[in-house]
């Protein structure tokens, strides 16, 4: 029996999911990722890649940006826009539910181990619920920075972290959220992290004033001096959150 043209809501949540996980930019039919998404919902990749579409007109950071999507959409697109934009959380661990049931797998088989480190002692559904959450998490920044380092560009994904602005322990609301994350190169990341450089609520960088006497060291300049004070390279989606970045700057930057 043919598949009915109405997506239903678990395949547009799914769709949803892979929206937040792609570069826009990057999205077509013959993108691998959407691809493979297709085939796993049953879908053909052209109807993913234009319920993908259907998400961008309805994101007004695109919208900022003078990208604007397609100009149809469903109201069903709507209700999964409405009901899980905001809510990371559930989007994150719902939908990678979805995609494991629409292979007749288990949600623990989506995880990459690569992504974190978790507290021994866990619960086995908490452990496999923190990796898939982490794991969206960073797929989402790293697709929102087209996988480039906010601060130097780098595009290496096996240098690329999403960093928490507010870190993971301190704010469990927004652990998810991804105007929470920027996309760091591995040093970078770990510079952000202890304070030695922060990101001012109008996206510039600042360099902790640790480094003043280092300016004859080639390797200091060339990895934080000669960043100070120049714009991020800004994310297509989920633009920092300038009160995360403020709290950043006032509790963990090093001044």
Not at 44 to 50: D, E, H, I
Not at 115 to 130: A, M, P, T
Not at 182 to 197: M, P, Q, T, V, Y
Request: net charge positive; aromatic share 12%.
């Amino acid at each position: 029996m043919p598949k009915s043209n109405n997506w239903t809501k678990e395949e547009t949540i799914i769709a949803f999911n892979i929206y937040c996980k792609i570069p826009f930019k990057s999205s077509s039919k013959s993108n691998p990722i959407i691809i493979k998404y297709a085939n796993i919902i049953g879908r053909s990749p052209s109807a993913l890649n234009m319920k993908i579409g259907n998400f961008g007109r309805l994101d007004p950071a695109l919208r900022k940006q003078g990208i604007v999507g397609l100009g149809n959409g469903s109201k069903m697109d709507e209700k999964v826009w409405n009901e899980f934009n905001g809510n990371w959380e559930k989007l994150a661990y719902y939908s990678e539910q979805l995609i494991a049931e629409f292979q007749h797998k288990n949600v623990e088989d989506q995880i990459d181990s690569e992504f974190s480190e978790f507290n021994i002692g866990l619960e086995k559904e908490s452990l496999v619920r923190q990796r898939v959450n982490q794991s969206f998490f960073r797929s989402t920044i790293l697709a929102s920075y087209n996988l480039k380092c906010c601060v130097t560009g780098l595009s290496v994904s096996d240098f690329s972290v999403a960093s928490h602005i507010i870190p993971w322990k301190t704010d469990v609301k927004n652990r998810l959220n991804p105007h929470n994350g920027l996309c760091l190169n591995s040093i970078h990341d770990r510079a952000f992290d202890k304070g030695f450089i922060t990101v001012t609520p109008d996206y510039k960088i600042k360099v902790s004033k640790y480094f003043d006497g280092f300016e004859n060291d080639n390797s200091v300049s060339d990895l934080f001096l000669k960043y100070d004070n120049k714009s991020i390279i800004l994310p297509d989606r989920f633009l920092p959150s300038k009160d995360f970045l403020d709290w950043h700057y006032n509790n963990i930057f090093k001044k």
